[in-house]
């Protein structure tokens, strides 16, 4: 299984990025996801999540009406829209993957089973 994700970069505040998290090696329809992030000196967090029928469950407080999170399963990748980027959104962005046959997704990162390696996201005041 592979998780690649890409489309981190350097910006300045209030600008935009789009994350993409492209999925090899497993039944990717059948998957919920989700974006985490973790910045320096601080422990992994949600950002969102997304059901395998494509519905946006979940995203976090600190981000919510900022960011958004889509995918496309023919595809096999799924998006995460980031827009007003502030200073604290500088992390390393990670997509994950959860077996979920329910149809359901989690916001608990001990509930995904896979992981891609990390996009550096930077923003600059």
């Known amino acids: 299984v592979q998780l690649q994700a890409f489309g981190g970069g350097l910006v300045q505040v209030g600008g935009s990025l789009r994350l993409s998290c492209t999925a090899s090696g497993l039944t990717f329809n059948r998957c919920s996801m989700g974006w985490f992030r973790q910045a320096p000196g601080k422990e992994r967090e949600f950002v969102a999540a997304?059901?395998?029928?494509?519905?946006?469950?979940a995203v976090a407080d600190s981000v919510k009406g900022r960011f958004a999170m889509s995918r496309d399963n023919a595809k096999s990748t799924v998006y995460l829209q980031m827009t007003s980027l502030k200073p604290e959104d500088t992390a390393v962005y990670y997509c994950?993957?959860?077996?979920?046959?329910?149809?359901?997704?989690?916001?608990?990162?001990?509930?995904?089973?896979?992981w891609g390696r990390g996009t550096q996201v930077t923003v600059s005041s």
């Open positions: 994950a993957a959860r077996w979920d046959v329910s149809g359901g997704y989690a916001t608990s990162d001990h509930d995904y089973h896979y």
């Open positions: 997304v059901t395998w029928g494509g519905k946006m469950a």
